[in-house]
């Protein structure tokens, strides 16, 4: 079935560090891609989307580039801030259009 | 202000009781979806509704019900056949097929 795979975390950076968070999925066509971020006893909101190939959603500073040839989707950031520090989630939608979770992937910034 | 709220933010339940977790929505949306967030993990499907008087079960139905009378609102009951509720509960909803966004959650709690 249709799953999606991102790097353990905690990623843990100094501020102003570049972010990558990796994030590949398996699924069947072209699902639309998404990062939402989960902020400590929060819901889950939505960073950024992209709904075709090569798209690139963008968001807060956060970017990720639709490669389907490589079916990634990964989070890159060019400076994070200690407000950053939360968990983050990829989530392809699949064919019935229900978003696929991961585990997430904890960030930590560090004055 | 449109948006999703959920209620109570904080549920405890004594054993064998029956539980109802509120959920409305003023964004027009006609898709709504509870999912289950347990501590360190991603998200995983309880029901979802797509259209008023019509939902499916996800892929952990077992132990909830839900109704769909109006297009507002989607509320959970967690059942006495739940025998492990507690964790963190969050609605979403969406345009057809479109962008899910999340309420702030509840966390249930066992006494």
């Known amino acids: 079935g249709d799953s999606v795979t991102q790097m353990e975390g905690p990623v843990t950076l100094s501020e102003e560090a570049f972010l990558t968070i990796n994030c590949t999925y398996t699924a069947t066509g072209y699902p639309s891609l998404f990062w939402y971020v989960q902020y400590p006893g929060e819901g889950l909101q939505l960073l950024l989307k992209?709904?075709?190939?090569?798209d690139k959603g963008s968001n807060k500073g956060f970017e990720a580039t639709y490669r389907k040839e490589t079916t990634s989707f990964h989070l890159e950031k060019g400076s994070v801030q200690v407000s950053d520090s939360a968990v983050y989630f990829c989530a392809p939608m699949d064919s019935s259009y229900k978003l696929i979770f991961g585990s997430g992937t904890r960030l930590l910034v560090r004055p | 202000d449109g948006g999703i709220t959920q209620s109570p933010k904080y549920l405890f339940r004594k054993e064998g009781q029956n539980v109802t977790l509120s959920c409305e929505q003023n964004l027009n949306h006609d898709a709504m979806y509870w999912y289950r967030q347990d501590p360190g993990q991603g998200l995983r499907l309880i029901y979802y509704s797509q259209i008023v008087n019509d939902f499916q079960k996800g892929d952990i139905a077992e132990g909830y019900s839900v109704s769909r009378e109006k297009k507002e609102s989607f509320p959970l009951t967690v059942t006495s056949a739940q025998k492990n509720p507690t964790a963190f509960y969050l609605c979403?909803?969406?345009?057809?097929?479109?962008?899910?966004?999340f309420g702030p959650g509840t966390r249930l709690l066992v006494l």
């Open positions: 992209a709904t075709k190939a090569d």
């Open positions: 979403a909803s969406s345009s057809d097929r479109g962008t899910q966004y």
